[in-house]
């Protein structure tokens, strides 16, 4: 049996790239793999939330980025898994490195208003 090009590229494939049906493309197969979301809805709901950063309000990007901080990602609790969100990369770090704790941001909050 032989196969055309096409069967052939198709069976070189992981089962999350067929599933999104979109080749080799990294972006839509980490957002499929990681997120159970395509590439084309990440960018939906980015559109939908106006292209902006919900926390900080920087101009984000979903596939090109013109600098790291700019990237669009995917936030989610770490304990559910839950998709909460697209934000910036700054935003997702910092939420990350304060371990996802309400209690711990609105204390950062109120260490930096005292110096206001």
Do not use: W
């Not at 052939?8 to 067929?18: I, N, Q, T, V």
């Not at 979301?37 to 939906?44: A, G």
């Not at 934000?87 to 996802?100: K, P, Q, S």
Request: net charge positive; glycine share 10%; charged share 30%.
């Amino acid at each position: 049996m032989t196969l055309n090009d096409e069967e052939r590229k198709k069976r070189m494939l992981g089962p999350a790239e067929k599933a999104v049906g979109h080749g080799n493309n990294r972006r839509h197969h980490n957002l499929f793999k990681n997120y159970d979301i395509s590439l084309e809805e990440f960018n939906k709901r980015l559109k939908t939330q106006g292209g902006r950063c919900p926390i900080c309000g920087r101009e984000i990007y979903g596939e090109v980025s013109q600098n790291n901080t700019s990237k669009a990602v995917m936030d989610h609790d770490h304990k559910t898994r839950k998709n909460r969100g697209i934000i910036c990369r700054n935003c997702n770090v910092g939420i990350g490195l304060l371990g996802d704790n309400v209690e711990t941001l609105i204390g950062a909050v109120v260490y930096l208003k005292s110096f206001e």
